[in-house]
């Protein structure tokens, strides 16, 4: 069964940068079946899409985060993270990780359990 | 503003069918067929419900099915039961970008 968890920390203060983890198991990282995503949901709003890895390098994001998100993958220890620069209030959301399927078709079929980031000073 | 609009809140009684809308731009579906659909209970973490508009994946149940018409896709939940009041998130790959619909609160009565 795979799972995904992720870690990082809960409190970031203004200006900063958010960093966050997602460790997988069960499965690996670099099939070249999947791609890897990070989607956020701020209090009492609706998902939002960051934006996603592919194992062979590529990437894209959201258009409106593009120039300050950075996605990578780490396929020595199954994980793949998230780097959001200069946070404000706004950012301050739960954090989930999930899986994709790549070709012909499309879903996220595995998700973490989500994980608290407040932005504060 | 999201790309996707759905409606707030729908409601029904055990039993009953509903329908939860996803209107969308041409960009925003990007001249895909796919469109996913994910349960979301607070607290938990969201489900793949429905993907590539029609289809269940393993464990969901047939009470749930996916439709789409120009540019507008449906989720049809029949035969209610009090376990499916939950968040529903509509969502779009289309290419280079995904986006999610706002989501629609189902309250079962």
């Known amino acids: 069964q795979v799972q995904l968890q992720e870690s990082g920390p809960g409190l970031v203060k203004p200006s900063q940068t958010l960093s966050l983890t997602c460790t997988v198991s069960?499965?690996?990282?670099?099939?070249?079946?999947?791609?890897w995503s990070w989607i956020r949901q701020p209090a009492g709003k609706g998902l939002e899409w960051i934006g996603r890895?592919?194992?062979?390098?590529?990437?894209n994001y959201n258009p409106s985060l593009k120039s300050r998100v950075t996605i990578s993958v780490d396929t020595s220890n199954n994980q793949f993270s998230l780097k959001l620069s200069s946070v404000t209030a706004a950012d301050t959301a739960i954090y989930y990780c999930?899986?994709?399927?790549?070709?012909?078709?499309?879903?996220?079929?595995?998700w973490g359990q989500g994980t608290l980031v407040t932005v504060s000073s | 503003q999201s790309a996707l609009t759905q409606p707030r809140s729908v409601s029904g009684s055990p039993g009953q069918s509903v329908t939860i809308s996803c209107t969308g731009t041409?960009?925003?579906?990007?001249?895909?067929?796919?469109v996913s659909w994910y349960q979301h209970h607070p607290g938990k973490a969201p489900k793949l419900m429905i993907y590539?508009?029609?289809k269940r994946p393993s464990g969901v149940p047939d009470r749930f099915s996916g439709s789409k018409s120009g540019n507008t896709a449906s989720l049809t939940i029949s035969g209610l039961q009090a376990e499916d009041e939950a968040d529903y998130y509509c969502?779009?790959?289309?290419?280079?970008?995904?986006?999610f619909g706002g989501g629609t609160k189902l309250t079962v009565l």
């Open positions: 969502c779009s790959y289309a290419g280079s970008y995904t986006v």
């Open positions: 590539d508009v029609g």
């Open positions: 999930a899986r994709g399927f790549v070709g012909a078709t499309h879903g996220f079929d595995y």
């Open positions: 069960g499965g690996s990282i670099s099939s070249s079946n999947y791609y």
């Open positions: 041409s960009s925003a579906f990007g001249g895909y067929n796919y």
């Open positions: 890895i592919y194992t062979s390098g590529g990437s």
